[in-house]
């Protein structure tokens, strides 16, 4: 099933269901997906006003960037599903003997290394969007900030499931210089990404407010 082609409706009948998939990771990617589409559509509004002619060739980097993030957030619904198959089918391998244990968590460890790949992407694409909406709640149509706002706070909610994503993955995998790599590479993202939502959080709202 091609998760990303759903219509809304049957997607989050599918995620209430008892089915492993579309979970935590499809939903994330669907929610990270939408966030950049808000940038892309504050970008839209934005482009061509005189009041903003100065951001004009800042704004069209913007949207070509959103797109291409959103494109890929969109494609890591249904990796994140492909992924996930290898690990549930080891979950249920026979554990009889020494050699089946051996066979197993060695097979268990190669699919936790397969399903830890999108997650940690949404993280990372995810960061990518935040830094556009970082420039998009200075840049952007004023009559559009409350979607900075929206797409920032969906971004975060990307990034952070993506993390716990991660987390569970990396909580059984026993080759810790992997572990180590993963955190080293994610952590700063995620502490940088959150500090940035909610500082651009607190700008929209504040521009709201007058």
């Known amino acids: 099933m091609?998760?990303?082609?759903?219509?809304?409706?049957?997607?989050?009948?599918?995620?209430f269901s008892k089915a492993p998939v579309p979970g935590g990771g499809g939903v994330a990617s669907l929610v990270g997906a939408l966030g950049a589409a808000l940038?892309?559509?504050?970008?839209?509004?934005?482009?061509?006003?005189?009041?903003?002619?100065?951001?004009?060739?800042?704004?069209?980097?913007i949207m070509k960037e959103a797109e291409t993030l959103k494109a890929s957030m969109m494609d890591m619904i249904d990796?994140?599903?492909?992924?996930?198959?290898p690990l549930s089918k080891a979950y249920?391998?026979?554990?009889?003997?020494?050699e089946e244990k051996r066979y197993k968590e060695e097979t268990m460890e190669a699919a936790l290394k397969v399903a830890i790949?999108?997650?940690?992407?949404?993280?990372?694409?995810?960061?990518?969007?935040?830094?556009?909406?970082?420039?998009l709640a200075d840049k952007g149509s004023r009559l559009a900030i409350s979607d900075v706002g929206c797409g920032v706070l969906c971004l975060k909610a990307a990034m952070m499931s993506g993390w716990l994503n991660v987390v569970i993955n990396l909580s059984s995998i026993k080759d810790q210089d992997f572990v180590?790599?993963?955190?080293?590479?994610?952590?700063?993202?995620?502490?940088?990404?959150?500090e940035i939502c909610d500082q651009v959080y607190e700008k929209v709202l504040n521009v709201l407010s007058k």
């Open 79 to 85: 990796r994140d599903a492909e992924n996930f198959l």
């Open 2 to 15: 091609d998760y990303a082609d759903l219509s809304c409706r049957k997607f989050v009948d599918e995620t």
């Open 180 to 194: 180590s790599q993963i955190r080293d590479e994610l952590l700063p993202l995620l502490s940088e990404g959150q």
């Open 117 to 135: 790949q999108v997650p940690v992407e949404i993280v990372k694409v995810s960061y990518q969007a935040i830094k556009l909406h970082e420039e």
């Open 39 to 61: 940038g892309g559509m504050v970008c839209n509004l934005t482009t061509g006003k005189k009041k903003y002619a100065e951001y004009e060739e800042d704004i069209q980097r």
């Open 92 to 98: 249920g391998l026979p554990t009889s003997t020494e």
